[in-house]
């Protein structure tokens, strides 16, 4: 077996393979710097694989992915999750039973790199896992299983990412078997029903007071906890980490503008208001809304998307 992936949400996956399967090389990607005067950190996919023992590898393009992978071929098969680099004909077809992925979406809905986030933005009442054959196609082979979950109101990317990551390595435990014995083909995906959730970027985090309240409360679970929605505050950068909506607030507000009622701080939308209840101001750490309002000197001002 040859495992590929990067974050902390695969390793729930990597383990569980590692309980029932012999790995003959763990792929990840390379070690990045996290902070200007920081060193290099491993991948959390690596940091596992190091302390179970098992040999990695931290290919940096197409090429070299294919040169780990071949020197460990020929393998029974190969799982991906959340590796973050497509798999091209001759790595696929090193794998004597191909490669299968945990992808962190209901396919076909969601794929991409940033399934989770995609859902909740959108406003899905439900979530889950997907088993599929890994294809040429991006997220497009056929799904050998899936579990579903409920997506919250109060839901974070973090925290369901989270969820879904256990939940993805039930799904594998129990389909693993059937997997490696070839006695499981999968349903092809209906095309037709495909959405894409491509990658994130800080920009995605950049929030329109002129959109509803509703939808700006979504973004920011969407984007929390890293890299998080924000505004500008005097210029400034200000982090949004957690919020609540309502459609009738305490007092009336122009778009984008502060205040304090009832001991929250509200920030004025299109059809209502929010209430910033975990914000990070510059160069300070995330506290409450309430809390950094209380502090400020002067006027609160105004938020605004610029």
Same mark, same amino acid.
């Given at each position: 077996?040859? @495992? ?46 190091? *302390? ?20 460990? $071929?020929? @393998? ?16 696929? +077809?090193?794998? *004597? =039973? ?33 088993? =599929? ?21 109060? /839901? ?6 989270? +969820? ?5 390595? +039930? ?6 078997? /059937? ?13 037709? /029903? ?9 920009? +995605?985090?950049?929030?329109? @007071? ?15 906890? %890293?890299?998080?929605?924000? $505004? ?22 122009? %778009? ?51």
């Amino acid at each position: 077996m040859v @495992f590929l992936g990067t974050p902390a949400a695969a390793v729930p996956c990597l383990r569980a393979l590692n309980q029932r399967a012999d790995i003959a090389l763990v792929v990840t990607r390379g070690d990045r710097r996290r902070g200007r005067s920081a060193g290099k950190t491993p991948s959390e996919v690596k940091k596992s694989a190091m *302390e179970m023992g098992l040999a990695t590898a931290c290919p940096e393009s197409r090429v070299q992915l294919e040169q780990a992978l071949r020197s460990v $071929a020929p @393998f029974r098969m190969g799982l991906v999750v959340a590796y973050g680099m497509l798999l091209t004909r001759p790595m696929l +077809d090193l794998a *004597e =039973m191909g490669f299968v992925n945990v992808h962190f979406s209901l396919l076909p809905r969601w794929r991409g790199a940033a399934p989770v986030a995609a859902a909740i933005r959108a406003g899905d009442p439900v979530t889950g896992v997907s088993l =599929m054959k890994v294809t040429e196609g991006l997220d497009s082979g056929p799904v050998v299983a899936a579990a579903s979950v409920a997506i919250g109101e109060t /839901d974070e990317r973090g925290g369901l990412t989270d +969820d879904l990551s256990g939940l993805g390595a +039930d799904l594998l435990a129990e389909n693993l078997g /059937d997997l490696m014995a070839g006695r499981i083909s999968g349903s092809p995906q209906r095309e037709e /029903d495909a959405t894409y959730a491509p990658r994130l970027t800080v920009e +995605d985090g950049r929030l329109d @007071f002129e959109r509803p309240v509703e939808e700006l409360a979504r973004q920011v679970r969407a984007m929390a906890p %890293r890299p998080g929605a924000f $505004a500008r505050w005097k210029q400034a950068r200000m982090r949004i980490l957690r919020v609540r909506w309502s459609s009738s607030p305490p007092l009336s507000l122009r %778009r984008g503008e502060l205040a304090l009622a009832s001991g929250d701080l509200w920030c004025g939308g299109r059809d209502g208001g929010l209430i910033l209840d975990g914000i990070q101001p510059p160069g300070k750490r995330v506290m409450a809304g309430s809390a950094w309002a209380n502090g400020v000197r002067g006027e609160l001002g105004s938020l605004s998307s610029g």
